[in-house]
């Protein structure tokens, strides 16, 4: 049997962090797709129409160019449930998933 150390855990949560913050940005899946199509063919306003159909187009240039849907991404939360023996005190844990958002912002910028 193997014996996670802090350390690997410390880096596991972290590269979590950069996965699952590109990932929600990039990955939407074809469910929401069709919803929006949906939204976008059934909404009466104009404006509304314009902005579903705005919603679709970039998330269709987004999977084109291998980039995030969102330009404005807001803040990442993350919701995290650890044993009372988990090894890595909650600091660590916030520092971990903070490294690794900010790491997957600078590998995957935001578009303008």
């Not at 350390?7 to 979590?16: I, K, R």
């Not at 590109?22 to 074809?30: E, G, N, R």
Request: proline residues 4%; hydrophobic residues 40%; charged residues 25%.
């Amino acid at each position: 049997m193997t014996t996670a150390t802090t350390t690997d855990l410390d880096v596991a949560v972290e590269n979590a962090a950069a996965h699952l913050y590109v990932w929600a940005l990039k990955d939407i899946p074809q469910d929401l797709r069709d919803a929006l199509a949906r939204a976008a063919e059934t909404e009466t306003s104009v404006t509304g129409q314009r902005v579903l159909q705005t919603i679709l187009r970039n998330v269709n240039v987004a999977e084109d160019e291998k980039n995030l849907v969102c330009q404005d991404t807001g803040i990442a939360v993350y919701y995290c449930r650890v044993g009372e023996h988990f090894p890595l005190h909650p600091a660590r844990i916030y520092a971990a998933l903070k490294d690794g958002t900010e790491r997957a912002t600078i590998e995957h910028p935001l578009r303008s």
